[in-house]
């Protein structure tokens, strides 16, 4: 489990902007920190899995929430009086190839953000959606090439960690058209 933490840190460190880059745009509100922020290629949308501003490593409560203008987001998740429930997936492939994805259920709809990278420079970070019960995406898109935000602070990213993992992402891998 030690290796698979290590791993999942050095990933979200490849894909972290480098220092002095601009920042990416984030869909979190002021004040919290993006966990993996990402500008959707050829759309002014914008994805991000974020973390509440409270207690001090870690923030208070995680939230996705996705749309072209932070202080109107088209979906943030949990809703009001929602209970969220995310899932952290670790994704292994032959090759030096990884990743993770985060998953979420809401109102008949499976949404996934994934990271995977590897040999050769691969790169491939997005946003999926599904239909419950369907394993073909209604919306697969990708995040700008060199615009993905993962969070900094480890304390993050180790919380996430112990999310459950999704079983039909772990046997099948990120769904695909």
Not at 54 to 61: D, F, V
Request: charged share 20%; hydrophobic share 35%.
């Amino acid at each position: 489990m030690k290796t698979c933490a290590s791993a999942l840190l050095l990933a979200a460190t490849l894909t972290a902007p480098a220092v002095g880059a601009a920042p990416a745009p984030t869909m979190c509100a002021r004040g919290d920190q993006p966990v993996f922020s990402c500008p959707l290629a050829g759309s002014k949308k914008t994805v991000s899995l974020c973390a509440t501003a409270g207690e001090p490593h870690g923030g208070g409560q995680f939230y996705y929430a996705y749309g072209g203008d932070v202080s109107k987001p088209e979906l943030r998740y949990p809703g009001a009086g929602d209970e969220a429930k995310f899932t952290r997936t670790h994704l292994m492939f032959g090759g030096n190839t990884g990743g993770f994805a985060y998953a979420f259920t809401n109102r008949g709809f499976k949404y996934v953000i994934y990271s995977i990278s590897g040999s050769n420079n691969l790169e491939d970070q997005g946003l999926v959606v599904l239909k419950d019960g369907e394993t073909k995406p209604i919306r697969q898109s990708r995040c700008e090439a060199g615009k993905v935000s993962v969070a900094p602070d480890r304390s993050l990213i180790e919380k996430t960690l112990q999310w459950e993992s999704d079983p039909e992402i772990e046997d099948q891998g990120v769904p695909t058209p």
